[in-house]
């Protein structure tokens, strides 16, 4: 059985040599990874652990688990307005399973290669089948997006469709049926997110605040409420919704409940929700006609500390909160 | 039962407001953590997961756990010649036990506090109990201690003692009996071993090439020998064993071959190995002699691209080597 040392070597330590990546004066191999910020930058951070049978089925292809690994990592310096630079692996599995290796680092570098994102360190242990990445960004100071900087009369809007992630997860799970088309649009949704980097370099320069939904639209938008002191209206009617989960509703109007839900609490959407002064809206409104970004009013930003619903002008109650672990 | 957000909030970030860090400009509780890195320096990274069942007891001691994972990984900075910023934890277990949690929670910040380390992000998840821990540091360009500078003629030395990583494992596990003291100070230096840090600052002035010693004194020094691309040689009667280890040959000089055994490929040392070119040897057997350092001569590099082992003159058959996770 080849050693740890090997099996790194093999799957990762390669794709180092054949692509070279900016700012690594050191990569693999060393007690640490030796990495230059670029000048006047911040170092953006964010850690996300998926765990088998929790985040993913245990049985799931390795390519697509490495894919949305390492794509709700970038979700998060999507959400933060930084460049993506490097990333560290921690993978943890009951057995080197040399099979189960070479899809996984197919998934990953073919995701690194397509956002610039180079693989500097990492470990692999023994243990039940767990995969931590940390990714690192750049973040020009005056433009992060943080979650404390929305203001009542803020406008609240969010990147191309909520409720795909939930949605996903009952069209894999087979709770819904959907047209084949539908179905592979939501299989690659789940397991290959769009981190929304593109639309964050327009997005952190005009936002008041941000973050990428993976709680659910509800409950990250209160996050930023609770960051910002201010409260949310959400206009239900208002959600972008997919063809994919519009075609549910074709289906019968019944679904109408559950797919507000998915869009609201459902979560796994790793879309961008942002806030916006007035003022900047007419730019936004440019770039949107332009085709470079996709985004939708939502809502507003009020006076309060809670966010609410309204669907054609009645409250709408909010259904159960997003995905919480424990 | 309390939400993964509260419980961040209770054990994690509470730590935060109360200590504020150096280059933090946004800690736990956005997108991202935003980090100013000193300037001039470079970025060290160093990522780590200890598994339950596989790296320690399950049911060990929280705190102790959370001592032990910071501390390893402080092993890695030290190492590179790094000081010490932040760290982010991505914690896996079973379910939110707030009596594992506080007792974990004291231990990682009464070791972040000793080292001046702070905790700027992290992630928790329901899962097989495991801790990821990734440490950020900073080095000074001209002075990080690289795998690939040893040269032929080099002095190989190691910081205080080797061997006591596997004889505290032994002691643990019952397998050889020790004095009470002996006892004491072994599972001390399992759980609680000190991350080279100050030893850090001289030798990192002067050395060619280091590591720590996490996989076993043999098998960390070859790969300075295949970095550098040079061959070594261990003198086997000059290893510094502790009086812990020591009383065991006293005990019976039958356990010589064990001690040796643990000394050269026993693991989980966290000393420093490190090569110096024999012009720097005055200065730093006077940082020796004034007590800043503790550090013994083990061998020599030679040409080559092994490492061999000698005793008394005589070839020592290398023991099995180091500890391999797979």
Redesign the interface.
């Known amino acids: ?5 090997q ?1 790194i070597q093999q799957f990762f330590q390669r794709e180092q040599a054949e692509n070279p990546a900016a700012g690594v ?2 990569g693999i ?9 670029p000048a006047g930058q ?14 993913f089925p245990k049985d799931a292809d390795p390519e697509l688990i490495a894919e949305r690994a390492l794509r709700t990592n970038l979700s ?2 999507a ?2 307005g ?1 460049d993506p630079l ?1 990333f ?3 993978l ?1 599995m009951p ?2 399973d040399e099979d189960w290796l070479r899809g996984f680092s197919r998934g990953l570098f073919r995701c690194a290669r397509e956002y610039g994102i180079a693989l ?9 089948l ?1 995969i ?1 990445i ?1 990714v ?2 750049a ?1 020009q ?1 005056q433009h ?5 900087g929305a203001n009542v009369g803020d406008f609240v809007l969010v990147t191309h469709f909520v409720g795909d992630g939930a949605a996903a997860l009952a069209a894999i799970q087979q709770e819904y049926s959907f047209a084949d088309e539908h179905r592979a649009y939501l299989h690659d949704r789940f397991y290959r997110p769009v981190p929304r980097l593109q639309e964050s370099q327009f997005i952190r320069e005009l936002a008041s605040s ?3 939904i993976s709680d659910g639209l509800a409950a990250d938008l209160q996050h930023i409420c609770t ?1 910002s002191d201010v409260g949310a209206v959400i206009y239900v009617e208002d959600l972008p919704l997919s063809p994919a989960v519009q075609s549910l509703l074709e289906q019968s109007s019944a679904n109408q409940q559950q797919i507000y839900q998915w869009a609201l609490s459902g979560g796994d959407d790793y879309e961008l929700c942002f806030t916006l002064a007035p003022e900047k809206m007419p730019e936004l409104a440019m770039l949107i006609a332009q085709g470079k970004l996709s985004a939708t009013v939502v809502g507003e930003i009020t006076a309060g500390n809670a966010v609410s619903c309204e669907l054609n002008g009645e409250l709408f109650a909010l259904p159960k909160r997003g995905y ?3």
Chains 1, 2 share one sequence.
């Open positions: 059985m080849p050693s740890e040392f099996l004066v050191l191999g060393d007690d640490c990874a030796l990495l230059q910020i911040q170092l953006a951070v964010s850690v996300d652990t998926l765990v088998a049978g929790v985040h998060d310096l959400a933060m930084a490097w560290t692996l921690a943890t057995q080197a500097v360190g990492g470990d692999t242990t023994s243990g039940p767990a931590t940390q690192m960004g973040c100071p992060s997006l943080r979650r404390d941000a973050l990428d960051a919480q672990h424990f």
